[in-house]
């Protein structure tokens, strides 16, 4: 099982980003997909979670302004980030939580950087 996460970058607060996990050796489309975030000195946080049926979950910080996706076509979920601010600033991890075992899988993680 391998997660390839892609899309981070520097960016000015206001702009947009969209990440995306592309999964290999197992399918978002029977499992939860999900995105989390790590920020220097602080305990990683939920950003969102797909479940297989496609209904998501927002960590409060991000409703409104992120929006998950996925393809299942692609076995790839998106993070569409918009307005985004300073302490969004975050190393985001691509995760997927098998359903009936609920093992992990993770992504190595791509760096977000919001300047003011």
């Known amino acids: 099982v391998q997660l390839q996460a892609s899309g981070g970058g520097l960016v000015q607060a206001g702009w947009s980003l969209r990440l995306s996990c592309a999964a290999s050796g197992i399918a978002f489309a029977a499992n939860y997909g999900g995105w989390y975030r790590q920020a220097p000195g602080k305990q990683r946080e939920l950003v969102a979670i797909?479940?297989?049926?496609?209904?998501?979950v927002y960590g409060e910080s991000v409703k409104g302004r992120f929006i998950i996706s996925k393809d299942n076509a692609k076995n790839t979920v998106y993070l569409q980030m918009n307005s985004l601010k300073p302490e969004d600033t975050a190393v985001y991890y691509c995760n997927l939580k098998h359903s009936p075992s609920l093992v992990d899988y993770w992504g190595q993680g791509t760096q977000v950087t919001v300047s003011s």
């Open positions: 797909i479940r297989p049926s496609g209904f998501t």
